[in-house]
């Protein structure tokens, strides 16, 4: 009966807590060092950016791409490190120089023998476009950092 007593009130505890943290720190979301909720630097966009794309591309890209890409896209996720060969990098010359049908067929078809898997079947083209923009935002973003 004793035991019973105490397991009990420790789960109500527990509830209590985990409602206490939720309420007191609701902005504490990171999964995996990740902040999923990271504002857009609208500063760095280009005037015409569909804002409502780029919602969408970074949800996906951060659920699906980030943990390898890295979330700044800097191709140093969590899961990069043992990976040969290396996530690219997304925000480079290279990848803002292939157009959106490039950069839209690498996600949809994958590369044989890597990493990169074919996500066709996860993504639709539109989805996939969508993150395509999102790519071309980190880039954007990094240069905007490093130029000011
Ligand atoms: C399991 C790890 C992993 C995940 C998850 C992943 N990638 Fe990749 N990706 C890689 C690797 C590794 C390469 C580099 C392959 C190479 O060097 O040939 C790559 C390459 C790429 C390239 C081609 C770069 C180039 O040079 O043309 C693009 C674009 C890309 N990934 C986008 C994405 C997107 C978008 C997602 C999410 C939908 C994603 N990746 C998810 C591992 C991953």
Redesign the pocket.
């Known amino acids: 009966m004793q035991s019973a007593l105490w397991i009990w009130s420790g789960v109500a505890f527990a509830g209590l807590l985990s409602w206490a943290l939720v309420t007191w720190f609701p902005e504490d979301r990171t999964i995996l060092g990740i902040e999923p909720y990271e504002q857009i630097e609208f500063e760095a966009l280009p005037a015409d950016a569909n804002v409502a794309d780029l919602e969408r591309g970074r949800s996906?890209?951060m659920q699906?791409?980030a943990?390898?890409?890295g979330a700044n896209g800097n191709g140093y996720?969590e899961?990069?490190y043992r990976?040969v060969?290396?996530?690219?990098d997304?925000t480079n010359i290279?990848?803002m120089n292939?157009s959106d049908t490039?950069?839209e067929a690498?996600?949809r078809d994958?590369?044989k023998?890597?990493?990169?898997?074919p996500?066709k079947k996860?993504?639709d083209a539109v989805q996939?476009n969508q993150?395509?923009g999102y790519?071309r935002y980190l880039a954007l973003q990094r240069n905007y950092q490093a130029n000011g």
């Open positions: 996906y890209y699906l791409c943990l390898c890409h996720g899961f990069s990976m060969p290396k996530p690219a997304l290279k990848i292939k490039e950069l690498v996600i994958g590369i023998g890597t990493a990169m898997a996500w996860t993504l996939r993150i395509v790519i």
